[in-house]
């Protein structure tokens, strides 16, 4: 198995540009789950899919930021628009039923 | 809230040293331990794992972590490090009552010196 896709690995933009990040979880894995990670705030749980319906996002940090999973197989996080504020490492995670969660490598974002 | 902490935010050792990283949750109920690892520009990898039963863990790589219920604690152990185990680690809890959130701590930090 390939593990957890993630793509851009890095992405470079402007203030008020919008970032789509994408993510394919491990194929058969229920679970879909879509972190932060910075220096400040350490590793921060945005919001995760069950069969893909979205069950808890209150991690979203406000309107600008959205996630959809559209099928079984792909995710997207959106930010509209971005701030440098948004810089930070992107991750996704699947996991089996409740299980082990397993990451992505992460999209590094550089909001400038 | 539930929260996990992670008391050494940054740990330096020598080649051969003995390791001991501490976790504590402040959940009451039943749980689920995880140490993650995060080597240098890399994803999360698992290391261990609890769930039930022998609460001493064996994990890869030589390291293992024990489950004390009475302190609330999962601390990561290691009795002899090598230079490829810089890296930064992760304790991680689950509330056992159906809850699919995991909560990380903050994260250590160890550099191991030649």
């Known amino acids: 198995d390939a593990g957890v896709i993630q793509s851009p690995r890095h992405e470079v933009t402007e203030m008020g540009q919008e970032v789509t990040l994408r993510c394919k979880p491990i194929?058969?894995?229920?679970?879909l789950f879509w972190y932060r990670q910075t220096m400040m705030r350490g590793l921060e749980l945005l919001i995760y899919f069950n069969n893909n319906v979205p069950i808890d996002d209150s991690g979203m940090p406000e309107d600008r930021f959205s996630a959809k999973m559209p099928n079984a197989s792909f995710s997207t996080l959106k930010i509209q628009p971005s701030e440098p504020r948004d810089s930070a490492v992107y991750f996704c995670?699947?996991?089996?039923?409740?299980?082990?969660?397993?990451f992505g490598p992460g999209t590094r974002l550089t909001v400038l | 809230a539930q929260s996990v902490s992670q008391h050494n935010h940054h740990v330096i050792l020598s080649e051969a040293a003995s390791l001991e990283l501490g976790c504590n949750y402040s959940y009451g109920g039943t749980v689920n331990l995880f140490w993650y690892v995060q080597y240098p520009g890399q994803h999360l990898q698992l290391l261990l794992k609890?769930?039930?039963?022998?609460?001493l863990v064996k994990g890869i790589k030589g390291f293992e972590a024990e489950f004390i219920k009475s302190k609330f604690s999962f601390n990561l152990r290691k009795p002899s490090v090598q230079w490829s185990d810089t890296a930064e680690y992760f304790c991680?809890?689950?509330?056992?009552?159906?809850?699919?959130?995991?909560?990380f701590g903050t994260g250590t930090r160890l550099q191991v010196f030649p």
């Open positions: 991680a809890v689950k509330r056992g009552d159906n809850t699919d959130k995991l909560i």
């Open positions: 194929s058969g894995h229920d679970y």
């Open positions: 609890y769930f039930s039963g022998d609460p």
């Open positions: 995670a699947s996991s089996p039923s409740t299980d082990t969660q397993y």
